[in-house]
């Protein structure tokens, strides 16, 4: 089964809430630049990867769009991708004051 969360923060930029995320969990985030997702930063967390992204989706015509249309007033989100994560990873994410939770979805593998 493959587990995403969602998380989102409205007090931090993408940069800040790396640098506090790597901290919590003892990661290391890469930024890396997209057209399409602007400046995000993923760690590795075997077997789970953690993404932080901005909520605004850098658009042609100078306007933004969100990727959490129903949670304006969060500035970035941070993902969760994985089959399993040990829940100290869970408990410590939920303890951090500047996150929130937004979604929780779960798929199985076929193989």
């Not at 304006?72 to 994410?93: E, F, K, N």
């Not at 996150?99 to 076929?110: D, G, H, I, K």
């Amino acid at each position: 089964m493959n587990i995403y969360d969602i998380y989102g923060a409205n007090a931090c930029s993408a940069a800040e809430l790396a640098r506090i995320v790597a901290d919590r969990l003892g990661l290391t985030f890469a930024g890396h630049e997209s057209d399409y997702r602007g400046i995000y930063y993923r760690a590795e967390a075997p077997p789970c990867q953690i993404e932080v992204q901005p909520n605004a989706i850098p658009g042609d015509d100078g306007q933004n769009d969100l990727y959490a249309p129903d949670h304006p007033c969060m500035r970035t989100r941070l993902l969760v991708t994985g089959s399993q994560r040990s829940p100290g990873y869970d408990a410590r994410l939920n303890a951090l004051d500047a996150l929130q939770p937004l979604e929780r979805e779960s798929s199985l593998r076929v193989r």
